[in-house]
């Protein structure tokens, strides 16, 4: 099997930015948002079942899920948080293994928003790296970016791991909070380290 890393951080963090840094080094990138969104989208995956499961109403005219409203459910009901996991997670975990298996390289990085929120991605992976930045760093980001609201942008993270919980199950860190720590030079040198783990480990 190959070396597997598995990277997060909160909204805002900077991860996907970090992971397009590892792909410049010819790294798999398994991006379990990316594969969220493909199996919600027009024709996907999930849809049939989610339109069973919850109605036409979250079905947008051109037959993806309707983020917002869908986003508003499984904020005010942790049920049908359930119920949309219960569709997507096993969608999402065989694409990934499908993703992991056809990909090339001596280690892979699946990028995970919820992975310490999840718990299953501990055995999945041999390191954790996680992303990090200050809680005021990411909603200063996510109101810019995505034009929220303070409050929206709180009320995402509330519903997230906490920094500390994130860092708790860190293996490898890089920091993001400021200009002062640049990215690239802390992508290549956990690059080069987990050249050397994945060597160590039969990986390459």
């Known amino acids: ?15 996907t930015t970090v992971a397009n840094l590892f792909a410049t080094h010819g790294i798999a990138i398994i991006d379990t948002d990316a594969i969220a969104h493909s199996i919600t989208a027009p024709g996907g995956a999930a849809m049939s079942a989610i339109r069973r499961d919850f109605g036409d109403a979250f079905v947008a005219p051109d037959g993806s899920l309707d983020r917002t409203r869908m986003r508003e459910a499984v904020f005010s009901d942790n049920s049908a948080k359930a119920r949309l996991e219960a569709i997507t997670h096993p969608l999402i975990r065989t694409e990934c293994e499908r993703a992991a298996a056809e990909a090339e390289g001596p280690y892979l990085i699946f990028v995970v928003p919820l992975l310490v929120e999840s718990g299953t991605w501990r055995e999945r992976v041999q390191r954790i790296l996680v992303v990090d930045c ?11 970016r995505n ?12 519903r997230q791991a ?8 860190a293996d490898d860190i890089i920091d993001n909070d400021t200009q002062q720590a640049p990215l690239a030079p802390q992508v290549d040198r956990l690059h080069a380290a987990y050249l050397q783990f994945a060597r160590q480990t039969g990986g390459e």
């Open 1 to 15: 099997m190959t070396y597997a890393i598995g990277l997060t951080g909160g909204i805002g963090s900077g991860k």
């Open 162 to 169: 906490s920094r500390a919980q994130r860092l708790a199950v």
């Open 134 to 144: 200050t809680e005021e760093t990411q909603i200063a980001r996510v109101m810019s």
């Open 147 to 158: 034009r929220f609201t303070r409050e929206q942008v709180q009320a995402i993270m509330a």
